[in-house]
């Protein structure tokens, strides 16, 4: 079954999806056996690989070294063009529908097909709404975008219902990474109950409490990068 497919047969299913983030740029290629071993023993289900601000052909490299160390399904989540990798089993092909930025709503889209052609990726067409989160994230700043204001939640749900509306398969509500405060958990289930598509959400999220709230509002899939990085005895405590 291909990748979007069992997301979608999850979401049906009322199985819930944890995803770990791992940002090229502040991973250490040394600590990949060691990490990753960590994921495959955890309740993880998919590995995200992506960042906002990362050097060329690192992602390659990366991808590379962690396809060799585990069977799960690696999804890139790019920042840019130069971070797609024949390697990975899919890419969100995000689309920055929170933004008024052509670059990051269509241009950058469209610089990458004749990469994505001479690859057998998955392509998961992703509507990516970037959420006001008490700091200002690196999402914002690269993109030279405004996050959209977390207590409207008018506008994010009419927002996600437009990508869904458009053919996005998958809706993702951000916060940023290592933001102050996770997507609100009202703004999720308004969220949830607009669209008909799996919803993921990340960015702030550093506990178990905060997952299940998460989980609870109806996001499908919870994205965390920052308290694995910082705490590996994190997927320790995930476990209980
Ligand atoms: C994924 O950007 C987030 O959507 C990851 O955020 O690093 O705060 O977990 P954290």
Redesign the pocket.
């Known amino acids: 079954m291909n990748i979007y497919n069992h997301i979608l047969q999850a979401k049906n299913d009322g199985n819930k999806l944890l995803?770990v983030?791992i940002?090229p740029d502040k991973f250490q290629l040394k600590n990949a056996l060691q990490f990753i071993d960590k994921v495959n023993k955890s309740i993880i289900t998919h590995i995200?690989i992506g960042g906002s601000e990362v050097g060329q052909n690192v992602t390659q490299q990366l991808v590379e070294v962690i396809k060799m160390l585990t069977d799960l399904p690696i999804v890139l989540?790019p920042g840019d063009v130069t971070q797609i990798s024949k390697d990975a089993d899919a890419i969100l092909f995000l689309s920055l529908l929170s933004g008024r930025n052509p670059d990051y709503l269509i241009d950058k889209q469209v610089q990458a097909v004749p990469l994505l052609e001479k690859t057998q990726l998955e392509v998961i067409s992703t509507g990516y709404i970037l959420i006001e989160s008490g700091k200002t994230?690196?999402?914002q700043r690269v993109t030279n975008t405004l996050p959209l204001n977390r207590t409207d939640v008018d506008a994010i749900t009419n927002t996600a219902k437009a990508g869904e509306l458009l053919g996005k398969k998958l809706i993702?509500l951000?916060?940023?990474?290592?933001?102050t405060y996770?997507v609100p958990a009202e703004v999720i289930s308004s969220v949830k109950n607009k669209i008909d598509i799996p919803l993921?959400?990340?960015?702030?999220?550093?506990t178990k409490t905060q997952i299940e709230n998460a989980f609870i509002a109806g996001a499908d899939m919870v994205?965390?990068?920052?308290?694995?990085?910082e705490d590996q005895q994190f997927f320790e405590q995930l476990k209980h």
């Open positions: 995803a983030l940002d995200f989540f994230t690196a999402v993702y951000e916060a940023g990474s290592g933001a996770e993921i959400v990340g960015g702030g999220i550093r994205v965390i990068g920052t308290a694995f990085e």
